[in-house]
T-cell receptor, first 115, second 111 residues
């Protein structure tokens, strides 16, 4: 049973560029959440997708956007990259509340470096 | 969601029990206590959760005080692979709720 997968594992971009990160949820999961983890800090919630819609959003600017596809996979897009966007980006999947979901399962993350 | 307080770091000898405390004095009646851990450069891993009764699974035990204002995660026989940052999180049950991570406790298991 494949767990949560993310691609790419590492990425280097320059300031002002745009980046797209991808996530495939654990088999059977329909909800995907994205987190940003700066070095030495705990993960910070960006947003959550369910039924192809953004359901919750953390305190992140509009430069951060996402998408969920009919197969439940998801993308995180970041525009106009800043040096401060350098972080580990984590995807977590879960079953929706209506499906009896509870705990979230995390992928290995994508390490983004902005130069 | 209620905030939690954890010691920044702890050491434990290999083979001994590791007891990780968490303070959540503002927890409300319908909030659960969740524990996750994060081994260096990996994604967080779910360990256990509970409401008010003690819980045990194959990874750990969770002891919640009667007033629910604090809890302890117990790793009964710590190994070197248990070295990680451990996060105590309080939230309402259900995956719709985001996880709010604090700074966690860096547990180092010593040989």
């Amino acid at each position: 049973d494949a767990g949560v997968t993310q691609s790419p594992t590492h990425l280097i971009k320059t300031r002002g560029q745009q980046v797209t990160l991808r996530c495939s949820p654990k088999s059977g999961h329909d909800t995907v959440s994205w987190y940003q983890q700066a070095l030495g800090q705990g993960p910070q919630f960006i947003f959550q997708y369910y039924e192809e819609e953004e359901r919750q959003r953390g305190n992140f600017p509009d430069r951060f956007s996402g998408h969920q596809f009919p197969n439940y996979s998801s993308e995180l897009n970041v525009n106009a990259l800043l040096l401060g966007d350098s972080a580990l980006y984590l995807c977590a999947s879960s079953l929706s509340v209506v499906s009896g979901g509870n705990e979230q399962f995390f992928g290995p993350g994508t390490r983004l470096t902005v130069l | 969601d209620a905030k939690t307080t954890q010691p920044p770091s702890m050491d434990c000898a290999e083979g001994r029990a590791a007891n990780l405390p968490c303070n959540h004095s503002t927890i409300s009646g319908n909030e659960y206590v969740y524990w996750y851990r994060q081994i260096h450069s990996q994604g967080p891993q779910y360990i256990i959760h509970g409401l008010k009764n003690n819980e045990t699974n194959e990874m750990a035990s969770l002891i919640i005080t009667e007033d629910r204002k604090s809890s302890t995660l117990i790793l009964p026989h710590a190994t070197l692979r248990d070295t990680a940052v451990y996060y105590c999180i309080v939230k309402l049950r259900g995956s719709a709720r985001q996880l709010t991570f604090g700074s966690g406790t860096q547990l180092t298991v010593l040989p």
